[in-house]
């Protein structure tokens, strides 16, 4: 079982930046893949990055890619999303979550949860 716990996020104006953070529970954090994911009002939830246990690589979507990373601290059981030139487009509540599969883009793969964070982006 894996607890996960967000913390960040917040109201920016576009140009801007935040970091969200993931704290896990479980000792076995550093074997799980780990993803951010965003929800917008009347939108399915869409895949964000995603961070591999093992290798430490990193995917994004191509919508952030140059603007946000994904890192993780194995020894501090937490991944962080830092998010640069952020645009009200990126506007939604961001989820962390925790996979044993492989198939790190699909947010039906991830088993584990956090309780989701706002971050709203101005114009």
């Known amino acids: 079982q894996v607890h996960l716990v967000q913390s960040g996020g917040g109201l920016v104006q576009a140009g801007g930046s935040l970091r969200l953070s993931c704290a896990a529970s479980a000792r076995t954090f550093s074997s799980y893949d780990m993803g951010w994911f965003r929800q917008a009002p009347g939108k399915e939830r869409e895949f964000v990055a995603a961070i591999m246990w093992n290798s430490g690589n990193t995917y994004y979507h191509d919508s952030v890619k140059g603007r946000f990373t994904i890192s993780r601290d194995n020894a501090k059981n937490t991944v962080y999303l830092q998010m640069n030139s952020l645009k009200p487009e990126d506007t939604a509540v961001y989820y962390c979550?925790?996979?044993?599969?492989?198939?790190?883009?699909?947010?039906?793969?991830?088993?584990?949860w956090g309780q989701g964070t706002q971050v709203t982006v101005s114009s």
């Open positions: 979550a925790a996979t044993g599969s492989s198939t790190w883009s699909d947010p039906y793969e991830y088993d584990y």
